[in-house]
Nanobody
Framework: QVQLVESGGGLVQPGGSLKLSCVTS????????MSWYRQRPGKEREYVAT????????YYTNSVKGRFTISRDNAQNTVYLDMNRLKSEDTAVYFC????????WGQGTQVTVSS
């Protein structure tokens, strides 16, 4: 079955960096664009970034542009989110998503930005 497993979250100081990974299985990874979402405390889940399936074009929500980078490794069936210059407002559970008529989600990984 389709599985998405995120990892790489943790506690980091403001201005620090983290790199999240999402390892997938159960579908042909290279045939899908992939996205990251996050859910901040007390907020609804929100869109963060997307990478397309074919040419690797990337898209970001405004609040993370210039700080976050989404990438993919089709040989490893993995999508990444490289997060730099982290702010306290980036504190959230981060989820990877395979978009589509029946979106698939991982279980999420907690990112806490705090001094």
């Amino acid at each position: 079955q389709v599985q998405l497993v995120e990892s790489g979250g943790g506690l980091v100081q403001p201005g620090g960096s983290l790199k999240l990974s999402c390892v997938t299985s159960g579908f042909v990874f290279r045939d899908y664009g992939m996205s990251w979402y996050r859910q901040r405390p007390g907020k609804e889940r929100e869109y963060v970034a997307t990478i397309t399936r074919s040419n690797g074009h990337t898209y970001y929500t405004n609040s993370v542009k210039g700080r976050f980078t989404i990438s993919r490794d089709n040989a490893q069936n993995t999508v990444y989110l490289d997060m730099n210059r982290l702010k306290s407002e980036d504190t959230a559970v981060y989820f990877c998503q395979r978009p589509g008529p029946e979106p698939a989600w991982g279980q999420g990984t907690q990112v806490t930005v705090s001094s």
